[in-house]
């Protein structure tokens, strides 16, 4: 009951502290990170005017526009003599400047201006929450191999059945067999599930918002002075594009990213849990059941209530697709 009224509660909360709502997609209930996120999905992450000439998002337009300025004659000068500062940079996902900002700086910075620092945490705790799935996968496997293993042994030792055993040990089998197809997909460790959870959570939030601002652009709109177009370009920016932007133009402040253990970047981790969640036959059954789960989430927005972490994983993917197709 507790709980219960604590999650109706959420939705009282005024529009000027909607932002204090976003540690309860990180709670232990599921119905309050439900709770959170539907109230969240009301709140406006992202502003919807054009960017001016002076903060975050407008030293990123200046940034792509330097990027994209390079001439295809510098180009082909270059390219011989950067090829294999490149190639250590794309490995490393730094700027060829060591003491310049790299993408994921950058990426960071205009993430923490743009929808604040509380989201932004979220939104890069999807590295920690891509670890902890990994770790039960891998837990889960070994448990499934010791159990096969102890199995074969049980059956060698036991050597050949009669007929009437033959017959028992096969009803036997397809009971169990049975009761396995019929039961509840594998439940995840509470603590994992939270986690990746509240991760998903988040990022629907985000991208969300991103889909909604899409539409026709008017003669005054311009990729580069929209905040969905210039946040898509931040979470996609590559190391190359980086390389013909002079390190003095570059005003962003190295070392802010947390490190990335899991990915080369954070669409990279983002990308890898997704696909480790949906693939996962543990919690989410065949591929033919993956395939109409995600064709169910093609309602997005407020009328999406499920919180399951397959569910999730299905309309992040979705929305990724529609803002960042080339993710």
């Known amino acids: ?132 799935f990994l770790r039960w996968e891998a837990e889960e496997d070994m448990a499934a191999d010791a159990e096969e293993e102890n199995g074969h042994r049980t059956k060698s030792i036991s050597g050949p059945c009669s007929g009437a055993g033959r017959c028992m040990a096969t009803s036997e089998t397809e009971g169990n067999g049975a009761g396995t197809e019929a039961a509840d997909a594998e439940v995840l460790p509470a603590e994992c599930r939270r986690h990746c959870a509240a991760v998903l959570g988040a990022w629907e939030l985000f991208l969300l918002d991103l889909q909604e601002q899409e539409g026709e652009l008017t003669t005054e709109d311009n990729a580069l002075q929209r905040p969905p177009e210039l946040l898509a370009a931040a979470l996609q920016l590559t190391p190359d594009k980086l390389a013909n932007v002079a390190r003095a133009k570059c005003a962003f402040v190295p070392g802010r990213a947390p490190a990335l253990q899991r990915g080369t970047s954070l669409m990279h981790c983002l990308l890898q849990l997704l696909c480790h969640v949906l693939a996962c036959e543990r919690l989410t059954g065949s591929i033919d059941c993956v395939a109409k789960d995600l064709a ?12 399951r972490v397959p569910a999730l994983a299905a309309r992040v993917l979705l929305l990724l697709l529609r803002t960042m197709p080339a993710a």
Do not use: M, Y
């Open 1 to 132: 009951e507790a709980v219960t009224a604590s999650a109706s509660l959420l939705f009282r909360i005024p529009a000027s502290h909607a932002v204090k709502v976003v540690a309860f997609l990180n709670a232990g209930d599921v119905r309050l990170q439900a709770a959170a996120a539907s109230r969240l999905r009301k709140h406006l992450w992202v502003a919807r005017e054009n960017v001016g000439e002076a903060g975050v998002l407008a030293q990123l337009s200046t940034l792509l526009q330097e990027s994209g300025s390079a001439t295809t004659e510098d180009e082909e000068e270059q390219k011989e003599a950067d090829a294999s500062v490149v190639r250590t940079v794309a490995a490393r996902g730094a700027c060829p400047d060591e003491s310049g900002a790299t993408c994921a700086d950058i990426a960071f910075t205009v993430l923490e201006d743009t929808v604040g620092p509380e989201l932004n945490a979220q939104l890069w705790a999807v590295d920690g929450a891509l670890s902890g």
């Open 296 to 307: 169910a989430q093609q309602t997005l927005g407020s009328d999406a209530h499920d919180f």
